[in-house]
């Protein structure tokens, strides 16, 4: 712990107790991150079992911060900390939390404490929570709520995982289409108690309970109350239960939608999806592609070395395999290298730049993939563009490298078979770069994550091929 820390922290003591807003100011920072030096103050009132000082210095954050606080703290003193939060608190921070410190939360969590927190909780949530319990507790957790909430957690833990089913809130407000917007604001201050937390429409539904439109909140409260719903409800754009959380987030991204109704496969109404949880899908999903293209897993801030050995190490293996073959292309230019050995410095040249290339149309392809920006209808107007993208830097670096080897060398010919070499390999690393996705997407395979080992081979045994290829014409 540093000096300035300690310094800070005496400060704190004595000066306590501070008022909530100087806290909340010291708090945070001016991006909303959690400023460093609140974690050991939060960490000293555990050791010391100073009950009050950290009721102060929780009380000053919002649960998302606290979440954020769980991740800086060590496992002991996140086990410490848990009897002082409440179950309502306790509720809202375990839907903020990483997914690994949660799981590891959750073994110090009693049973009874845990199944009062999972009523606090929209039904969503509360199935991502029981969903990481171990069996046993899972169902001790379980029998300890009421019928209602256990069947809802149940039902939502039916549907496959990453789906509409698995993302969906089954708390909705619902309407028949022959109420007045009188009767529908009449009957949402009757049930108040039973709505959800968080609501934006009102879902007209038919006889048979399936969504005919959607009337906006916003729309109840500027309609006269005689008006009949069927006047002011929109068409909705409804979400099968089974469809793929990734494509839910496109939809709402596609026709910016606050809320969808999710229905089943005969059509009746059984949840909806707000956008905050979208939210949390296209950051999911963003994090998920973004380490898939490097070959890695979310390691998470309390992940152990040989966790993370364990999911890197296969990919390596890989890529050890692809460039043990492409290197075999070399074998046979070996009397022509030992004559021109400059050659030997050129190579790793050729090849990291055709690397740098391919990375650049395969991040460019797998984004368009994702948005659904990159199709069958315009897959080979994208190729031709990459590839004029390829031939044309290709052009500009293997001038400007040409030209220093001249300079250097004064060897035209050494010259002209690096300019045609980085030429040929940045137009293979565009041609790799945009089809390799293309072609794992059309055989069921995730871009995202065999892409770069493709590229990388690619790119490693065309650069060696071009070059001393390309060499043995020339200089030979």
Known sequence: MSRETDDLMDLARRQNPETEEDLEDLALGEDYALNPEYVPM????????????????????????????????????????LPHLDPEALAEILSELDTEIREEILEHVPSATLAKALGEMESDDAADVVDDLEADKRAQVLAAMPDVERAAIE??????????GRLMQREVVAAPQFWTVGQTIDHLRRESDELPELFFDVYVVDPAYKPVGAAPVSHLLRSRRETPLAQI?????????????????????KYHLISAPVVEPGGRLVGQITVDDIVGVIQEETEEDILALAGVSDAGRDAGFLGIVKSRLPWLLVNLVTEAVAVT???????????IVVLVML??????LGGNAGTQALTVAVRAIATKELNA??????????LAVGLLNGG????????????????WKLSLVVFLAIIANLFVAALGGILAPIVLERFGRDPAVSSSVVVTFMTDFFGFLALLGIAALILL
């Not at 039916?158 to 789906?163: K, Q, R, S």
């Not at 089974?242 to 991204?253: G, S, T, W």
């Not at 292309?329 to 004559?339: R, T």
């Open 233 to 253: 409800m929109e068409q909705v754009t409804e979400i099968p239960v089974d469809m793929d959380q990734e494509e839910v987030a496109y939809i709402f991204d």
């Open 347 to 352: 190579i790793p040249i050729v090849s990291s």
């Open 377 to 386: 209808a315009n897959a080979m107007r994208v190729i031709m563009r990459e």
């Open 396 to 411: 500009a670096v293997g001038l400007m490298l040409g030209g220093a080897l001249y300079l250097w060398q004064h060897d």
């Open 42 to 81: 939060v960490a000293d009132a555990l050791d010391r079992g100073d009950t009050e000082r950290l009721r102060d210095l929780l009380g000053a954050l919002h649960p998302a911060d606290i979440a954020d606080l769980m991740g800086f703290l060590s496992a002991d003193d996140r086990e410490e900390l």
């Open 329 to 339: 292309v070399i074998g046979p230019f070996q009397p022509m290298i030992a004559k």
């Open 155 to 164: 039902n939502t833990l039916a549907y496959e995982d990453e789906t509409a």
